[in-house]
């Protein structure tokens, strides 16, 4: 009886816990609503969508908590990184990210290894044959990345997602968008944890709306 009381108590304090770290987010402070909202891929799913830069420190540091958190995802969310082009070295690498999407070679090895160098070790990769070149490690064909890179299909979803990053008026990363409303920065939620727990409780937000 007494363990059952317990248990009980234990699991009022968790409850109650929970309705305390959800209503401490506070829209307009640490998270902010899109005037306009994006256009989004899915009709069917909670989708959210981290905007990145292969050579941010930052977005190096907050990868493995992306990545930890994701795969603990519910099915009803779809997750996808957009990579942001906020300058000329920014471009190549988010034509780099389409290149090889198109090539069927954007993996866990050449993505981790282009954070790796572009953000870890900070190696100058700027141009598309600097990039073809080290992707050559990791099995990528120069040639067949290089004409990739310029292709129309690559032209067509670098602009698709440069004009979602314009669209949420992102001068930042990493950045985290939900559902299309919502953005959600380091700077506004307080830390690369707290973005993910406010990721989480957006979705949780609109989890509601749709039921």
Known sequence: MIKMLKMTLWLLMAAAFTVQAETQWEEGRHYERLDNPIRTTSSDKIEVVEVFWYGCPHCYQ??????AWEAELPEDVEFSMVPAALGRTW??????????????????ATN?????????????????????GFLSEYGVDPEAFAKTFNSFGVNARFQQAQSKVR???????????????????????????????????LIEQERAVSE
């Open 62 to 67: 907050f990868k493995p908590l992306v990545e």
């Open 91 to 108: 471009e190549v690498h988010a034509r780099t990210f389409y290149a090889l999407e198109a090539m069927g070679q954007l993996n866990p």
């Open 112 to 132: 981790d290894a282009l954070f790796d160098v572009l953000a870890g070790e900070r190696r100058a990769l700027n141009s598309a044959d600097a990039i073809a």
């Open 167 to 201: 669209g949420a008026r992102i001068t930042g990363v990493p950045a985290m968008l939900v559902n299309g409303k919502y953005k959600v920065s380091g700077s506004t939620a307080g830390g690369h944890e707290q973005m993910i727990q406010v990721v989480d409780y």
